[in-house]
């Protein structure tokens, strides 16, 4: 992953921190804690700098002030901070979820986020719900664009709220929006050596938006010979995923279909409380998130899964350039899986904290 150039000059990091709604309160604070503890245990001459800066952006205040995302916070994201660390949005006061779309679909736009990287990766063959699958066989990358596509909140109503009610949607698909995607998957697949590229579309059906998504496709494609590249319907994709998930490498789609595909891949590798994911823009402020919500159906139980936030901080670490730390955290959430150290999502009754106390505790002594 293309990182950002640190400010403070390659060994301080400053981390905002939007925690959010839901049981993004409860997993933050253990990645958080996760990180402090893989960087306490490197020794004094290798240990890095980092601050986290909360803000409390979310349901509560938006319910409280009327403020989603506050004047100037977007510019204060991009020119103070390197990464920013997200919980979830979502809660049932506020149906119409206009904090999350201000907030993180706001973000994701006003700091041209425009690579979504959602990981799929099997950690314990005990944890796909695939019959005769192991870890080998569930390893993907899936690239959503994030930027575009049905998203961009284009649309409107005429005669609302009557019988003749009609609602428009717009997909909104540039040609620079399209090609930066394809080409940054492609450039994935070179610099971690990966052998296949998928496009997946509509094209059949969307024959404007996705015929663009085609031609794109098959000029960047050109470029790099030596990557199999290949295109599925996002219907078969959604089929062959499943069937066999060995045949992929790096999957690449528009912003819905991305999205979809993700949980369906979380699901194949062990569900969302494990699944990790970046906004990023390469060389700019980037923001990460795990792929689940505010589950508000387990908020407030303790019981949340942090090892997707985890991950995340991981992934976080990874584009800062803290390549050994980030290792350390994944290997001490394989370490948790290896052992069924887990929540219940995952057939287990350890807690949130205690989870999170035990990766610290093992970060710490590897
Ligand atoms: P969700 O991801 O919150 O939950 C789906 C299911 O997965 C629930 O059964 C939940 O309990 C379970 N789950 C999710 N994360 C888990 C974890 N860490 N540990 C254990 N179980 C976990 O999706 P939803 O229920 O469709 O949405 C709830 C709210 O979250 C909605 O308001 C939605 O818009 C929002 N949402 C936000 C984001 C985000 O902020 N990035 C992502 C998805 C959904
Ligand atoms: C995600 C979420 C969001 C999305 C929602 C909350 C708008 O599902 O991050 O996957 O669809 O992008
Ligand atoms: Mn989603």
């Not at 890095?48 to 204060?76: C, H, N, S, Y």
């Not at 590798?269 to 980037?286: K, Q, Y």
């Not at 001490?332 to 219940?344: D, G, I, K, M, Y």
Request: some cysteine; charged content about 25%.
């Amino acid at each position: 992953m293309s990182g950002k150039p640190l400010r403070a000059g390659g060994s301080a990091a400053r981390i905002a921190v939007i925690a959010g709604d839901g049981i993004g309160k409860e997993v933050t604070p253990e990645s958080i804690k996760a990180i402090r503890a893989v960087i306490d245990s490197k020794n004094q001459s290798a240990r890095r700098q980092i601050e986290f800066i909360e803000f409390d952006w979310g349901a509560d205040k938006f319910l409280r002030e009327g403020v989603t995302l506050p004047a100037g916070a977007v510019e204060m994201l991009a020119n103070d901070f390197d990464a920013i660390l997200f919980g979830a949005l979502g809660d049932p006061r506020v149906p119409s979820n206009q904090h999350a779309a201000d907030i993180l679909l706001g973000l994701r736009f006003k700091l041209d986020l425009f690579v979504n990287a959602r990981p799929v990766e099997l950690f314990h063959d005990r944890l796909t719900p695939l019959r005769d699958r192991s870890t080998n066989d569930v390893r993907f990358m899936v690239f959503r664009e994030n930027t575009e596509g049905l998203y961009v909140g284009v649309g409107g109503f005429f005669k609302k709220d009557t019988a003749d009610e009609i609602a428009v949607q717009e997909d909104v698909n540039s040609r620079k929006g399209v090609e930066r995607i394809i080409r940054h998957a492609f450039d994935y697949a070179r610099s971690n050596r990966l052998k296949r590229v998928c496009m997946s579309d509509k094209s059949n059906a969307m024959t404007f938006a996705h015929d663009l998504w085609q031609r794109v496709f098959k000029q960047v494609r050109q470029e790099y010979p030596e990557i199999e590249s290949r295109h599925l319907y996002i219907d078969t994709l959604a089929m062959e995923v499943v069937r066999d998930p060995r045949q992929f490498d790096v999957i690449v789609t528009c912003n819905l279909f991305g999205d979809i595909i993700s949980d369906l891949g979380a699901q194949l590798a062990g569900g969302l409380g494990l699944a990790p994911s970046g906004n990023i823009h390469p060389g700019r402020t980037s923001l990460f998130e795990p792929v689940h919500g505010s589950a508000p159906n387990i908020a407030g139980k303790g019981i949340a899964n942090p090892l997707g936030s985890i991950l995340t901080a991981g992934m976080m670490l990874d584009f800062l350039g803290w390549k050994s730390e980030s290792e350390s955290l994944r290997n001490a959430v394989r370490s948790t899986l290896q052992e069924n150290f887990v929540t219940p999502d995952l057939g287990g009754d350890k807690g949130t904290v205690e989870v999170g106390d035990w990766i610290a505790a093992r970060v710490g002594s590897r």
